[in-house]
Protein backbone atom coordinates (compact mmCIF):
# COMPACT_ATOMS: atom_id res chain seq x y z
CA UNK A 1 0.00 0.00 0.00
CA UNK A 2 2.95 2.71 -0.91
CA UNK A 3 1.64 6.15 -1.93
CA UNK A 4 2.43 7.67 -5.11
CA UNK A 5 2.82 11.46 -3.36
CA UNK A 6 4.59 12.34 0.10
CA UNK A 7 1.97 14.71 1.49
CA UNK A 8 -0.55 13.22 4.08
CA UNK A 9 -4.38 12.70 3.45
CA UNK A 10 -6.10 13.36 7.32
CA UNK A 11 -10.13 12.50 6.49
CA UNK A 12 -12.53 13.04 9.60
CA UNK A 13 -14.66 10.36 10.59
CA UNK A 14 -18.47 10.15 10.54
CA UNK A 15 -22.16 8.94 9.46
CA UNK A 16 -20.59 9.39 5.70
CA UNK A 17 -17.78 7.14 6.65
CA UNK A 18 -18.33 5.07 9.50
CA UNK A 19 -18.84 1.92 8.52
CA UNK A 20 -15.68 -0.83 8.16
CA UNK A 21 -16.33 -1.60 4.53
CA UNK A 22 -15.88 2.71 3.61
CA UNK A 23 -13.48 3.15 6.14
CA UNK A 24 -11.23 0.20 4.20
CA UNK A 25 -12.12 2.13 1.06
CA UNK A 26 -11.53 5.56 2.11
CA UNK A 27 -7.43 4.08 3.02
CA UNK A 28 -7.16 2.32 -0.49
CA UNK A 29 -8.40 5.83 -1.70
CA UNK A 30 -5.80 7.22 -0.13
CA UNK A 31 -6.50 8.26 3.68
CA UNK A 32 -3.20 7.88 6.12
CA UNK A 33 -4.45 9.29 9.10
CA UNK A 34 -8.26 9.22 10.46
CA UNK A 35 -9.36 12.13 12.81
CA UNK A 36 -12.11 11.51 15.08
CA UNK A 37 -14.29 14.81 16.54
CA UNK A 38 -15.29 14.57 19.99
CA UNK A 39 -17.24 17.25 18.67
CA UNK A 40 -19.47 14.80 17.62
CA UNK A 41 -18.72 11.06 19.15
CA UNK A 42 -19.46 9.60 22.02
CA UNK A 43 -16.81 7.69 24.05
CA UNK A 44 -18.90 4.20 22.40
CA UNK A 45 -18.74 5.56 19.11
CA UNK A 46 -14.74 6.65 19.27
CA UNK A 47 -14.19 3.45 20.45
CA UNK A 48 -15.86 1.60 17.73
CA UNK A 49 -14.35 3.79 15.30
CA UNK A 50 -10.83 3.20 17.25
CA UNK A 51 -11.72 -0.70 16.75
CA UNK A 52 -12.01 0.00 12.88
CA UNK A 53 -9.64 1.63 12.18
CA UNK A 54 -7.23 -0.96 14.12
CA UNK A 55 -8.90 -3.39 12.24
CA UNK A 56 -8.16 -2.16 8.55
CA UNK A 57 -4.39 -1.50 10.08
CA UNK A 58 -4.30 -5.08 10.54
CA UNK A 59 -5.71 -6.14 7.22
CA UNK A 60 -3.62 -3.91 4.99
CA UNK A 61 -0.59 -4.49 7.63
CA UNK A 62 0.32 -0.86 7.62
CA UNK A 63 0.89 1.39 10.40
CA UNK A 64 -2.28 3.85 10.20
CA UNK A 65 -2.81 6.99 12.82
CA UNK A 66 -5.54 8.06 14.28
CA UNK A 67 -6.22 11.88 15.05
CA UNK A 68 -8.38 12.25 18.13
CA UNK A 69 -9.63 16.25 17.91
CA UNK A 70 -10.78 17.32 21.31
CA UNK A 71 -13.86 19.96 21.65
CA UNK A 72 -11.83 22.21 23.63
CA UNK A 73 -13.61 25.31 25.40
CA UNK A 74 -17.07 26.40 23.51
CA UNK A 75 -18.53 29.47 24.44
CA UNK A 76 -22.00 30.30 23.80
CA UNK A 77 -25.26 32.71 24.54
CA UNK A 78 -28.28 31.92 26.20
CA UNK A 79 -31.86 31.45 25.37
CA UNK A 80 -33.96 33.90 22.69
CA UNK A 81 -37.64 34.89 23.62
CA UNK A 82 -39.25 32.88 20.09
CA UNK A 83 -35.44 31.14 19.56
CA UNK A 84 -34.19 34.21 17.12
CA UNK A 85 -34.25 38.43 17.13
CA UNK A 86 -33.03 40.91 15.17
CA UNK A 87 -30.17 43.01 16.18
CA UNK A 88 -29.89 46.36 14.48
CA UNK A 89 -26.33 48.08 13.09
CA UNK A 90 -25.51 50.53 15.59
CA UNK A 91 -27.44 49.96 18.59
CA UNK A 92 -25.78 48.96 21.81
CA UNK A 93 -26.78 45.27 22.41
CA UNK A 94 -25.98 44.03 26.52
CA UNK A 95 -24.64 40.88 27.47
CA UNK A 96 -25.19 40.29 31.94
CA UNK A 97 -25.56 37.23 34.10
CA UNK A 98 -28.90 37.38 34.15
CA UNK A 99 -30.40 33.79 32.94
CA UNK A 100 -34.05 35.11 32.03
CA UNK A 101 -34.84 34.76 28.03
CA UNK A 102 -32.89 37.56 25.60
CA UNK A 103 -34.31 40.12 23.27
CA UNK A 104 -32.88 42.19 20.92
CA UNK A 105 -31.63 44.67 23.36
CA UNK A 106 -30.40 42.11 25.95
CA UNK A 107 -29.12 38.39 26.06
CA UNK A 108 -27.83 35.81 29.10
CA UNK A 109 -24.22 35.23 28.85
CA UNK A 110 -23.13 32.33 31.26
CA UNK A 111 -19.14 32.39 30.99
CA UNK A 112 -17.87 34.65 34.00
CA UNK A 113 -14.46 34.25 32.00
CA UNK A 114 -15.54 37.00 29.35
CA UNK A 115 -16.86 39.28 31.84
CA UNK A 116 -13.72 39.35 33.51
CA UNK A 117 -11.36 39.00 30.29
CA UNK A 118 -12.61 41.42 27.82
CA UNK A 119 -11.90 45.72 27.45
CA UNK A 120 -13.56 48.24 25.93
CA UNK A 121 -12.62 48.72 21.98
CA UNK A 122 -12.58 44.59 22.13
CA UNK A 123 -14.55 43.13 19.67
CA UNK A 124 -17.05 40.47 20.12
CA UNK A 125 -18.17 37.93 17.16
CA UNK A 126 -21.38 36.03 17.44
CA UNK A 127 -22.56 32.88 14.79
CA UNK A 128 -19.19 32.29 13.25
CA UNK A 129 -18.44 36.05 12.38
CA UNK A 130 -21.60 36.73 11.33
CA UNK A 131 -22.61 39.31 13.79
CA UNK A 132 -19.94 41.84 15.20
CA UNK A 133 -19.74 44.57 18.29
CA UNK A 134 -17.29 46.18 19.92
CA UNK A 135 -17.26 46.83 23.82
CA UNK A 136 -18.52 49.77 24.73
CA UNK A 137 -18.22 49.66 28.52
CA UNK A 138 -18.42 45.91 30.85
CA UNK A 139 -18.47 44.88 34.35
CA UNK A 140 -18.14 42.01 36.54
CA UNK A 141 -22.03 41.26 35.29
CA UNK A 142 -22.77 43.09 32.28
CA UNK A 143 -20.93 43.93 28.82
CA UNK A 144 -21.96 46.53 26.70
CA UNK A 145 -21.30 46.90 23.21
CA UNK A 146 -22.40 48.74 20.14
CA UNK A 147 -23.34 46.58 17.10
CA UNK A 148 -20.76 47.12 14.16
CA UNK A 149 -22.39 44.46 11.83
CA UNK A 150 -25.98 43.11 12.75
CA UNK A 151 -28.40 40.88 11.71
CA UNK A 152 -29.93 37.75 12.35
CA UNK A 153 -29.49 36.40 16.07
CA UNK A 154 -30.93 32.80 17.23
CA UNK A 155 -30.29 31.03 20.30
CA UNK A 156 -27.28 29.07 21.61
CA UNK A 157 -25.14 30.76 19.05
CA UNK A 158 -21.30 31.13 19.88
CA UNK A 159 -19.55 34.14 20.93
CA UNK A 160 -15.41 34.91 20.20
CA UNK A 161 -13.25 37.03 21.72
CA UNK A 162 -10.08 37.71 19.03
CA UNK A 163 -8.87 40.68 20.81
CA UNK A 164 -8.93 38.77 24.51
CA UNK A 165 -6.70 36.40 26.55
CA UNK A 166 -9.29 34.13 28.48
CA UNK A 167 -8.33 32.97 32.05
CA UNK A 168 -9.00 29.64 31.08
CA UNK A 169 -7.98 26.36 31.17
CA UNK A 170 -7.90 25.12 27.69
CA UNK A 171 -8.85 21.20 28.36
CA UNK A 172 -12.15 21.40 29.91
CA UNK A 173 -14.35 19.19 31.83
CA UNK A 174 -15.22 17.23 29.09
CA UNK A 175 -12.16 17.21 27.31
CA UNK A 176 -10.59 15.65 30.01
CA UNK A 177 -12.83 12.81 30.36
CA UNK A 178 -12.52 12.55 26.45
CA UNK A 179 -8.64 12.57 26.94
CA UNK A 180 -8.49 9.94 29.54
CA UNK A 181 -10.71 7.72 27.12
CA UNK A 182 -8.71 8.20 24.19
CA UNK A 183 -5.47 7.60 26.00
CA UNK A 184 -6.98 4.66 27.37
CA UNK A 185 -7.83 3.51 23.65
CA UNK A 186 -4.54 3.85 22.38
CA UNK A 187 -5.05 6.83 20.37
CA UNK A 188 -1.51 8.36 18.52
CA UNK A 189 -2.19 12.14 18.22
CA UNK A 190 -4.26 14.42 20.64
CA UNK A 191 -5.69 17.13 18.81
CA UNK A 192 -6.16 20.42 21.43
CA UNK A 193 -8.61 23.29 20.05
CA UNK A 194 -8.21 26.89 20.85
CA UNK A 195 -4.68 26.63 22.16
CA UNK A 196 -4.10 30.44 23.36
CA UNK A 197 0.13 30.44 24.09
CA UNK A 198 3.03 28.31 24.89
CA UNK A 199 1.63 27.65 28.08
CA UNK A 200 -1.00 25.64 27.31
CA UNK A 201 1.00 23.25 25.35
CA UNK A 202 2.85 22.22 28.75
CA UNK A 203 0.02 21.62 30.57
CA UNK A 204 -1.86 19.22 28.26
CA UNK A 205 1.88 17.66 28.25
CA UNK A 206 1.72 17.32 31.96
CA UNK A 207 -1.87 15.87 31.44
CA UNK A 208 -0.96 13.71 28.54
CA UNK A 209 2.55 12.66 29.18
CA UNK A 210 4.32 10.88 26.67
CA UNK A 211 0.64 8.69 26.48
CA UNK A 212 0.46 10.60 22.35
CA UNK A 213 1.60 13.20 20.23
CA UNK A 214 0.05 16.52 21.19
CA UNK A 215 -1.26 18.98 18.21
CA UNK A 216 -2.08 22.30 18.83
CA UNK A 217 -4.87 23.84 16.75
CA UNK A 218 -3.42 27.26 15.62
CA UNK A 219 -7.00 29.17 15.31
CA UNK A 220 -6.53 32.33 17.64
CA UNK A 221 -5.04 35.55 17.02
CA UNK A 222 -3.30 34.96 20.84
CA UNK A 223 -1.99 31.59 19.21
CA UNK A 224 -0.73 33.28 16.75
CA UNK A 225 0.88 35.90 19.11
CA UNK A 226 2.62 33.26 21.02
CA UNK A 227 3.16 31.13 17.85
CA UNK A 228 7.24 30.42 18.34
CA UNK A 229 6.29 29.28 22.07
CA UNK A 230 3.53 26.99 21.04
CA UNK A 231 5.83 25.25 18.12
CA UNK A 232 8.54 24.99 20.72
CA UNK A 233 6.23 23.19 23.36
CA UNK A 234 4.06 21.18 20.47
CA UNK A 235 4.65 17.97 18.86
CA UNK A 236 2.46 18.96 15.56
CA UNK A 237 0.30 21.78 14.45
CA UNK A 238 -3.07 22.46 12.47
CA UNK A 239 -3.53 25.45 10.61
CA UNK A 240 -7.26 25.53 11.32
CA UNK A 241 -8.24 28.04 8.59
CA UNK A 242 -12.30 28.03 9.44
CA UNK A 243 -11.98 29.46 13.26
CA UNK A 244 -8.82 31.29 12.33
CA UNK A 245 -11.14 33.09 9.97
CA UNK A 246 -13.64 34.00 11.64
CA UNK A 247 -11.47 35.72 14.65
CA UNK A 248 -8.87 37.23 12.37
CA UNK A 249 -9.62 39.25 9.38
CA UNK A 250 -10.13 36.12 6.27
CA UNK A 251 -7.27 38.04 3.51
CA UNK A 252 -4.48 37.56 6.66
CA UNK A 253 -5.22 33.39 6.46
CA UNK A 254 -3.20 32.67 3.38
CA UNK A 255 -0.24 34.60 4.56
CA UNK A 256 -0.55 33.15 8.46
CA UNK A 257 -1.13 29.09 7.01
CA UNK A 258 2.48 30.02 5.03
CA UNK A 259 4.26 31.70 8.17
CA UNK A 260 2.66 28.65 10.39
CA UNK A 261 3.52 26.14 8.00
CA UNK A 262 7.02 27.71 7.75
CA UNK A 263 7.85 27.91 11.12
CA UNK A 264 6.99 24.17 11.87
CA UNK A 265 8.55 23.25 9.02
CA UNK A 266 11.65 24.62 10.37
CA UNK A 267 11.16 22.78 14.07
CA UNK A 268 10.90 19.87 11.73
CA UNK A 269 7.41 19.42 13.62
CA UNK A 270 4.44 17.96 10.98
CA UNK A 271 1.96 21.00 9.84
CA UNK A 272 -1.54 20.20 8.81
CA UNK A 273 -3.52 22.41 6.47
CA UNK A 274 -7.24 21.96 7.09
CA UNK A 275 -11.18 23.13 6.94
CA UNK A 276 -12.80 24.08 3.44
CA UNK A 277 -10.17 22.25 1.56
CA UNK A 278 -13.10 20.20 -0.66
CA UNK A 279 -15.97 21.67 0.80
CA UNK A 280 -18.11 21.69 -2.16
CA UNK A 281 -17.86 18.04 -2.34
CA UNK A 282 -19.92 17.30 0.72
CA UNK A 283 -22.43 17.99 -1.60
CA UNK A 284 -20.64 17.63 -5.57
CA UNK A 285 -18.86 15.29 -7.15
CA UNK A 286 -16.46 17.65 -8.57
CA UNK A 287 -14.70 20.66 -6.36
CA UNK A 288 -14.46 23.99 -7.53
CA UNK A 289 -10.99 25.42 -9.07
CA UNK A 290 -10.72 27.65 -6.51
CA UNK A 291 -10.07 24.81 -4.25
CA UNK A 292 -8.29 22.62 -6.22
CA UNK A 293 -5.90 25.73 -6.47
CA UNK A 294 -6.01 25.88 -2.17
CA UNK A 295 -5.30 22.13 -2.26
CA UNK A 296 -2.44 22.36 -4.08
CA UNK A 297 -0.77 25.64 -2.33
CA UNK A 298 -0.64 23.51 0.41
CA UNK A 299 1.39 21.18 -1.03
CA UNK A 300 3.39 23.09 -3.25
CA UNK A 301 4.56 24.88 0.26
CA UNK A 302 5.53 21.59 1.69
CA UNK A 303 2.76 20.93 4.46
CA UNK A 304 2.89 17.71 5.84
CA UNK A 305 -0.48 16.76 5.50
CA UNK A 306 -4.02 17.84 4.08
CA UNK A 307 -7.08 17.28 6.17
CA UNK A 308 -11.15 16.71 5.08
CA UNK A 309 -13.48 17.29 7.39
CA UNK A 310 -17.50 17.29 6.79
CA UNK A 311 -16.43 16.09 3.15
CA UNK A 312 -15.45 13.11 4.10
CA UNK A 313 -17.48 12.75 7.54
CA UNK A 314 -21.22 13.37 6.43
CA UNK A 315 -20.36 14.36 2.65
CA UNK A 316 -22.51 12.62 -0.36
CA UNK A 317 -19.07 12.01 -1.79
CA UNK A 318 -16.55 10.57 1.04
CA UNK A 319 -14.13 8.40 -2.01
CA UNK A 320 -14.49 10.84 -4.51
CA UNK A 321 -13.64 13.59 -1.94
CA UNK A 322 -10.20 11.01 -1.58
CA UNK A 323 -9.13 10.50 -4.61
CA UNK A 324 -9.42 13.66 -6.15
CA UNK A 325 -7.23 15.27 -3.17
CA UNK A 326 -4.74 12.26 -3.99
CA UNK A 327 -4.77 13.11 -7.87
CA UNK A 328 -4.19 16.82 -6.93
CA UNK A 329 -1.44 15.86 -4.68
CA UNK A 330 0.23 13.72 -7.42
CA UNK A 331 0.16 16.28 -10.04
CA UNK A 332 1.51 18.92 -7.90
CA UNK A 333 4.53 17.21 -6.94
CA UNK A 334 5.33 15.91 -10.18
CA UNK A 335 4.69 19.48 -11.33
CA UNK A 336 8.91 20.60 -12.97
CA UNK A 337 8.40 23.84 -9.91
CA UNK A 338 7.54 21.58 -7.28
CA UNK A 339 11.19 21.23 -6.09
CA UNK A 340 11.58 24.69 -6.63
CA UNK A 341 8.72 25.89 -4.26
CA UNK A 342 8.61 23.16 -1.93
CA UNK A 343 12.24 24.74 -0.88
CA UNK A 344 11.78 28.33 -1.51
CA UNK A 345 11.11 28.10 2.16
CA UNK A 346 14.38 27.61 3.37
CA UNK A 347 14.90 25.40 6.26
CA UNK A 348 18.71 25.84 8.10
CA UNK A 349 19.66 22.77 10.18
CA UNK A 350 19.77 23.30 13.52
CA UNK A 351 22.85 23.38 15.30
CA UNK A 352 22.96 19.71 16.33
CA UNK A 353 25.12 16.50 15.19
CA UNK A 354 21.92 14.72 14.06
CA UNK A 355 20.19 17.74 12.15
CA UNK A 356 23.46 18.24 10.63
CA UNK A 357 23.71 14.41 9.73
CA UNK A 358 19.76 14.20 7.99
CA UNK A 359 21.40 17.52 5.84
CA UNK A 360 23.87 15.37 4.66
CA UNK A 361 21.74 12.81 3.94
CA UNK A 362 19.44 14.81 1.95
CA UNK A 363 22.61 16.21 -0.18
CA UNK A 364 24.33 12.84 -0.70
CA UNK A 365 21.08 11.05 -2.00
CA UNK A 366 20.25 13.72 -4.17
CA UNK A 367 23.98 14.02 -5.77
CA UNK A 368 24.06 10.22 -6.13
CA UNK A 369 20.58 10.10 -7.64
CA UNK A 370 19.69 7.21 -4.76
CA UNK A 371 16.47 5.54 -4.87
CA UNK A 372 15.32 5.91 -1.15
CA UNK A 373 16.53 7.23 2.29
CA UNK A 374 16.23 4.48 5.05
CA UNK A 375 15.86 5.90 8.37
CA UNK A 376 15.66 3.28 11.43
CA UNK A 377 13.52 5.05 14.27
CA UNK A 378 12.73 3.83 17.56
CA UNK A 379 10.65 7.35 18.81
CA UNK A 380 11.02 8.62 15.40
CA UNK A 381 13.06 11.68 15.57
CA UNK A 382 15.50 10.79 13.20
CA UNK A 383 12.62 10.12 10.29
CA UNK A 384 11.48 13.73 11.29
CA UNK A 385 14.74 14.98 10.74
CA UNK A 386 14.70 13.67 7.08
CA UNK A 387 11.50 14.80 6.27
CA UNK A 388 12.39 18.35 7.76
CA UNK A 389 14.67 18.29 4.90
CA UNK A 390 12.24 17.66 2.35
CA UNK A 391 13.72 15.32 0.04
CA UNK A 392 13.42 14.88 -3.76
CA UNK A 393 12.71 10.64 -3.16
CA UNK A 394 11.51 8.10 -1.17
CA UNK A 395 11.89 8.27 2.45
CA UNK A 396 11.43 4.66 4.52
CA UNK A 397 11.00 4.74 8.12
CA UNK A 398 11.69 1.53 9.88
CA UNK A 399 10.82 0.97 13.53
CA UNK A 400 10.20 -2.07 15.78
CA UNK A 401 7.70 0.59 17.61
CA UNK A 402 4.21 0.01 16.57
CA UNK A 403 3.03 3.45 18.03
CA UNK A 404 6.43 5.57 16.34
CA UNK A 405 4.73 4.10 12.81
CA UNK A 406 1.48 5.16 13.51
CA UNK A 407 2.65 8.58 14.57
CA UNK A 408 4.77 9.39 11.59
CA UNK A 409 1.60 8.44 9.70
CA UNK A 410 0.81 12.20 9.26
CA UNK A 411 4.80 12.98 8.77
CA UNK A 412 5.30 14.08 5.08
CA UNK A 413 7.43 11.37 2.75
CA UNK A 414 7.36 8.84 5.29
CA UNK A 415 6.71 5.31 4.44
CA UNK A 416 6.20 3.86 7.91
CA UNK A 417 7.18 -0.06 7.83
CA UNK A 418 7.17 -2.38 11.05
CA UNK A 419 10.65 -4.30 11.96
CA UNK A 420 12.45 -6.10 14.61
CA UNK A 421 15.77 -4.06 16.14
CA UNK A 422 18.64 -5.42 13.70
CA UNK A 423 21.32 -7.30 15.29
CA UNK A 424 24.39 -5.47 14.15
CA UNK A 425 25.48 -2.93 11.79
CA UNK A 426 25.60 -5.55 9.01
CA UNK A 427 21.91 -7.21 9.68
CA UNK A 428 20.92 -3.05 9.84
CA UNK A 429 22.09 -2.71 5.69
CA UNK A 430 20.94 -5.89 4.85
CA UNK A 431 17.63 -5.84 6.47
CA UNK A 432 17.26 -1.97 4.93
CA UNK A 433 18.19 -3.02 1.53
CA UNK A 434 15.43 -6.21 1.21
CA UNK A 435 12.65 -3.78 2.88
CA UNK A 436 13.09 -1.18 -0.32
CA UNK A 437 13.37 -4.00 -2.95
CA UNK A 438 10.13 -5.76 -1.25
CA UNK A 439 8.41 -2.31 -1.06
CA UNK A 440 9.27 -1.33 -4.60
CA UNK A 441 11.55 1.53 -3.50
CA UNK A 442 14.61 0.27 -5.27
CA UNK A 443 15.49 -1.74 -7.39
CA UNK A 444 18.17 -4.55 -8.68
CA UNK A 445 21.74 -1.83 -9.31
CA UNK A 446 20.35 1.45 -7.65
CA UNK A 447 20.99 2.68 -4.63
CA UNK A 448 19.96 3.70 -1.04
CA UNK A 449 21.42 5.25 1.79
CA UNK A 450 20.79 4.15 5.47
CA UNK A 451 20.67 6.38 9.00
CA UNK A 452 20.17 5.31 11.83
CA UNK A 453 21.15 6.18 15.87
CA UNK A 454 24.13 4.01 17.29
CA UNK A 455 23.86 2.21 19.58
CA UNK A 456 21.02 0.71 17.79
CA UNK A 457 17.85 1.21 19.54
CA UNK A 458 18.91 4.33 21.67
CA UNK A 459 16.06 6.67 21.00
CA UNK A 460 17.59 10.69 20.12
CA UNK A 461 21.04 9.47 18.12
CA UNK A 462 20.99 10.08 14.71
CA UNK A 463 24.67 9.60 13.95
CA UNK A 464 25.40 6.89 11.68
CA UNK A 465 25.33 7.11 7.43
CA UNK A 466 25.97 3.69 5.61
CA UNK A 467 25.52 3.17 1.76
CA UNK A 468 24.45 0.23 -0.38
CA UNK A 469 23.72 -0.88 -3.68
CA UNK A 470 21.14 -3.83 -4.37
CA UNK A 471 21.93 -6.90 -5.95
CA UNK A 472 18.65 -9.12 -8.11
CA UNK A 473 17.74 -10.52 -4.81
CA UNK A 474 17.64 -6.55 -2.93
CA UNK A 475 20.67 -7.83 -0.82
CA UNK A 476 23.60 -5.31 -0.38
CA UNK A 477 26.59 -6.16 -3.34
CA UNK A 478 28.23 -3.10 -2.00
CA UNK A 479 28.40 -0.99 1.36
CA UNK A 480 29.96 2.42 2.09
CA UNK A 481 30.36 4.25 5.19
Not at 38 to 60: C, I, P, Q
Not at 147 to 153: H, N, S
Not at 204 to 215: F, K, N, V, Y
Amino acid sequence: MRRDRRVKIVATLGPASSEPEMLERLFEAGVDVFRINMSHSTHEVARKLHGTVRNAELKYKRPIGILCDLQGPKFRIGEIEGGRTFISEGALFRFDSREDMGSAERVFLPHPQIFEAVEPGHTLLLDDGKLRMRVADRSVREITAEVLVGGALASRKGIAMPDSILPINPITDKDLADLDYALRLGIDWIALSFVQRGDDMVLARRLIGQGASIMAKIEKPSAIADLDAIIAAGDGFMVARGDLGVEMPVERVPGLQKEITRKARAAGKPVVVATQMLESMIASPMPTRAEVSDVATAVFDGADAIMLSAESAVGQFPIEAVQMMNRIAIEVENDAGYDDLVHAMRTVPLPTGADAIAAAVHKIAGTLQLAAIICYTATGSTALRVARERPGLPVIGLTPVLATGRKLAIVWGIHSVLTSDPANLADMVRKGCQIAFEEQFAAAGEGVIITAGVPLGTPGTTNMVRMAYLDESGAPVSEQV
